[in-house]
Every structure is written in structure tokens, then in C-alpha cells.
């Protein structure tokens, strides 16, 4: 007799909005597995902002941010987020064209990215740590060495990187600067 397969689900809140939808899991407890977050937002919902870069959290074009973590969805099983969390993605930062979030619109501006491949990990990566600097009470526009820290995984409480293969680092820095500064107000 043919037992039933049941596919489980999760609910977030995707860019403010509840949503749910049923996911790929294996086995149960400490031996689960299931599938990737980043595949998940993409497939089910079309999150097209995080992107496949290297698969192993190193490069960080799949950044999204997880209850205002910046997080690696591309190793995150999803039965380890957690039912309700929030989720944000670079889909869901600006509803308006007119009206760009400022990381968004300093990046266009300043011409930060080449390919744009790897934008969505330093727009959502830098949202999470300004919103986090602001959060614990500094206000202050981040000085060009704090953010080169912060990009290159050597600033205090960021142990991750992100890589940009065109070389525009210096505009990527300055983008980040320009923002911050309007996001502290």
C-alpha cells in the first residue's frame, strides 16, 4: 500500500506581505533537509533581485535580508527559517520607480555597477548594516574605511564579503556613503 507524500509549507512575510507556499524537504529532525532559500524566492515568488553567484556564501549576490539579517540565501535550508520570518529581497525595496530606496538610487547615480550582478548583495548587505548601525544608535555616515571594511568582511560583527569582479569599488563605496547619509537623517 502507497503511503502519502505530504510537501510541507512556509509562511513569510515577503517585502511586508504574507505568503506561503510549499517547499522541498527530506527526512525529519536533526537529519532534514530541504530546499534552498534563495530557489524558493525565486521560483515560487520571482524574486529575481538575489542571485546565484558561487553557491557556498562566499560572493554574496544572494543576499536577502532575514528578520533585518543580512543572510546567504543560497545555503539557507528553508526548513530553518522560521515560520512568520521576515524576508526582504531587492525586489521589494522600492515600489516606485520615481522613488528609488536611496541605496538603489545613489547606486544608478554614481554608476556602482558594471554587470549589476553582484548589486543586489551590496544593496541588501549595506541596508542591513546601516539599518543596523542606526538601529544601535549611530547615526554617523560611514567613513570610506568603514565601508571598504564592511564589504570586505572585516568590519566588527561581519564576517562576510562581497565581490565584485568589475573593479568599481570605488563608486560601490561612495554609492554606499551617499545613502547611508540620507538614510541617518
Known amino acids: 500500500m502507497e503511503q502519502g507524500f505530504c510537501m510541507p509549507f512556509r509562511t513569510i512575510l515577503l517585502n511586508g506581505k504574507e505568503v506561503t507556499a510549499e517547499y522541498q524537504a527530506i527526512g525529519s529532525g536533526a537529519s ?6 534563495l530557489y524558493w524566492l525565486r521560483e515560487q515568488f ?28 543560497c545555503v539557507v535550508q528553508l526548513h530553518t527559517v522560521e515560520d512568520l520570518a521576515e524576508v526582504r529581497t531587492l525586489d521589494g525595496l522600492s515600489h516606485d520607480e520615481k522613488d528609488p530606496h536611496p541605496l538603489q538610487r545613489e547606486f544608478v547615480e554614481l554608476q556602482a555597477g558594471q554587470c549589476g550582478f553582484c548589486i543586489n548583495g551590496m544593496i541588501m ?22 565601508v571598504k571594511a564592511f564589504l570586505s ?14 573593479g568599481t569599488h570605488t563608486r560601490i563605496v561612495a554609492a554606499i556613503r551617499s545613502a547611508a547619509e540620507e538614510m541617518a537623517r
Request: hydrophobic letters at 25%.
Open 46 to 73: 520571482g524574486q529575481h533581485g538575489p542571485r546565484f553567484g558561487c553557491g557556498l556564501a562566499q560572493c554574496g549576490a544572494c543576499t536577502v535580508l532575514v528578520d533585518d539579517v543580512p543572510t546567504r540565501s
Open 32 to 37: 532534514e533537509s530541504s530546499e534552498i532559500l
Open 153 to 166: 568582511g572585516a568590519a566588527p560583527g561581519n564576517t562576510r564579503n562581497y565581490i565584485c569582479r568589475c
Open 125 to 146: 548587505g549595506s541596508l542591513g548594516w546601516i539599518e543596523g548601525r542606526i538601529a544601535g544608535g549611530d547615526r554617523s555616515v560611514p567613513s570610506e574605511d568603514e
